[in-house]
Antibody, heavy 119, light 107 residues
Framework: EVHLVESGGGLVQPGGSLRLSCAAS????????MNWVRQAPGKGLEWLSG???????YNADPVKGRFTISRDNAKNTLYLQMNSLRAEDTGVYYC?????????????WGQGTLVTVSS | DIQMTQSPSSLSASVGDRVTITCRAS??????LAWYQQKPGKVPNLLIY???TLQSGVPSRFSGSGSGTDFTLTISSLQPEDVATYYC?????????FGQGTKVEIK
């Protein structure tokens, strides 16, 4: 059974940094595209970043230059390094697995980790 | 970038009603369109992919249609457990943008 467990969220001051992790199990992690999606309080879903099996990364405009997605296939773990955090980055951050490299809808989601950016 | 626009933003319908939600892409995306359901306080759940293919385990009262720029999610007979926000998403290429969501409530 596929499991995705995010961690690393918390309270951080504006301008600060945080690294989120997503521990994956139940599938061959190295063979799948992985993603980060966030949801601001009371708002909709926002795709942030994706990383394919070759390590190529893709980022949404609001986080380009500030957030970096990466993966450690040996540890079956996805990461999101978040720098220069702003109040508008507050929200629940989900990792999500893509169905396959060629078909990238999200078939499994983690439970999410809450990030709060506030002084 | 391609924008995804859903309508309506919210709706209220009676149990047993037929409910239709529309998603429009600002450019053609073939059938690279997924629908997700997010119940209050829960994680999003995949309902439909490839515009019209029902994910395993999803009740048959849900259906999807469309191609190119215009897509529809239909609930043939609304049930109390369908109270949720529904999102469309394009997944042809990055950015894998979501629509703004449609909140469905029971009248």
């Amino acid at each position: 059974e596929v499991h995705l467990v995010e961690s690393g969220g918390g309270l951080v001051q504006p301008g600060g940094s945080l690294r989120l992790s997503c521990a994956a199990s139940g599938f061959t992690f190295s063979g799948y595209v992985m993603n980060w999606v966030r949801q601001a309080p009371g708002k909709g879903l926002e795709w942030l970043s994706g990383i394919d099996v070759a390590g190529n990364t893709y980022n949404a405009d609001p986080v380009k230059g500030r957030f970096t997605i990466s993966r450690d296939n040996a540890k079956n773990t996805l990461y999101l390094q978040m720098n220069s955090l702003r109040a508008e980055d507050t929200g629940v951050y989900y990792c999500a697995k893509s169905f396959s490299s060629s078909t990238r809808y999200f078939d499994y989601w983690g439970q999410g980790t809450l990030v709060t950016v506030s002084s | 970038d391609i924008q995804m626009t859903q309508s309506p933003s919210s709706l209220s319908a009676s149990v047993g009603d037929r409910v239709t939600i529309t998603c429009r892409a600002s450019q053609g995306i073939s059938n690279f369109l997924a629908w997700y359901q997010q119940k209050p306080g829960k994680v999003p759940n995949l309902l439909i992919y490839a515009a019209s293919t029902l994910q395993s385990g999803v009740p048959s009262r849900f259906s999807g249609s469309g191609s190119g720029t215009d897509f529809t999610l239909t609930i043939s007979s609304l049930q109390p457990e369908d109270v949720a926000t529904y999102y469309c998403q394009k997944y042809d290429r990055a950015p894998r943008t979501f629509g703004q969501g449609t909140k469905v409530e029971i009248k």
